[in-house]
């Protein structure tokens, strides 16, 4: 097969999987809407080590959430989410699952479980789909890999051109 061909091959097979991610967003949004919870504000879902929590996302939302956050400094900490500035969320639009369904509120507990394990059950059927593997860590180890690009902050250097984050592949050619 022509390398052209199998290029668009693939850039239509991660099309096809962020958009059946955004779908996914899409109807855990909805669900949790539909529950109801009560948010307070506290800021507690993302300061992680504090409230005794972890923030896991797949491989599809790091690449997704990467795409279009705003930059942070390496290396990140597990202790809390870069992204809050003065208890407000700078990647809300890109913000992973578990961004989404998680409140603090009690009374919405099991329901916030059942919202949490059918969007999975979708991520990883998605992964099924497309042959991409899965891959599932705490949020802080996405945020530590190697970038081959990075906003430049560097206001100073005017010699210097910007440059531009590149997304992490969402497809694992090793079948792994």
């Known amino acids: 097969m022509p390398r052209r ?19 996914v967003y899409a109807a855990a949004d909805a669900a949790v809407g539909a529950a109801g919870p009560r948010c307070d504000a506290s800021g507690r879902c993302c300061r992680f ?13 790091a690449e997704i959430l990467l795409e279009n956050a705003p930059f942070y400094e390496q290396p990140v900490s597990r202790d809390g989410c870069p992204f809050q500035i003065e ?11 578990g961004c989404r369904i998680y409140f603090c509120d009690e009374s919405y507990e099991t329901r916030m479980a059942e919202i949490t ?44 051109p910007p440059v531009t984050r ?7 050619h090793s079948g792994g």
Not at 135 to 159: C, E, K, T, V
Not at 166 to 172: A, E, G, K, M, R
């Open 166 to 172: 590149v997304s992490l592949p969402v497809v694992n």
């Open 117 to 160: 394990e059918e969007a999975l059950a979708k991520l990883k059927h998605i992964a099924d789909t497309h042959g991409t593997g899965w891959h599932y860590a705490p949020l802080h180890h996405f945020l530590n890999a190697p970038l081959p690009a990075r906003p430049n902050n560097q206001g100073s250097d005017s010699m210097t």
């Open 49 to 61: 080590t504090e409230y005794g929590h972890t923030l896991f996302i797949s491989a599809f939302e």
């Open 87 to 97: 208890g407000l969320c700078t990647a809300r639009d890109a913000r992973p699952l």
């Open 5 to 23: 061909v199998a290029r668009r091959k693939e850039v239509s097979m991660i099309d096809d999987v962020r958009k059946d991610v955004l779908t």
